[in-house]
């Protein structure tokens, strides 16, 4: 297995009580703190930061023509509903 490439280092403040429990929860899965920070962070790179980057990319398809105006799809929705193809 090869290593993942790796930054400089980082200086990290953390609250005590949050570096607390990264210890005891480093300690009893015999491994690093580093190794327990690293996973916490990508969750919240697979959840709640892949949201907030999903809407940057958004911003930037749109700001690049590539959204729809929302008064003509809500017009076309009205208008298929009107013609009954809507099933």
Do not use: C, F, N
């Not at 297995?1 to 009580?17: A, F, N, V």
């Not at 480093?26 to 327990?36: N, Q």
């Not at 590539?66 to 799809?73: E, L, P, R, S, T």
């Amino acid at each position: 297995m090869s290593s993942p490439d790796l930054s400089e280092p980082i200086s990290l403040r953390l609250p005590t009580s949050i570096l607390s429990e990264i210890e005891t929860i480093a300690a009893a899965s015999e491994r690093t703190r580093s190794w327990v920070i690293v996973r916490a962070l990508r969750r919240y790179l697979a959840t709640e930061g892949a949201a907030i980057l999903d809407a940057i990319d958004g911003r930037a398809a749109i700001a690049a023509g590539a959204g729809h105006d929302i008064d003509d799809v809500i017009g076309q929705i009205e208008g298929i509903i009107r013609s009954g193809k809507a099933a």
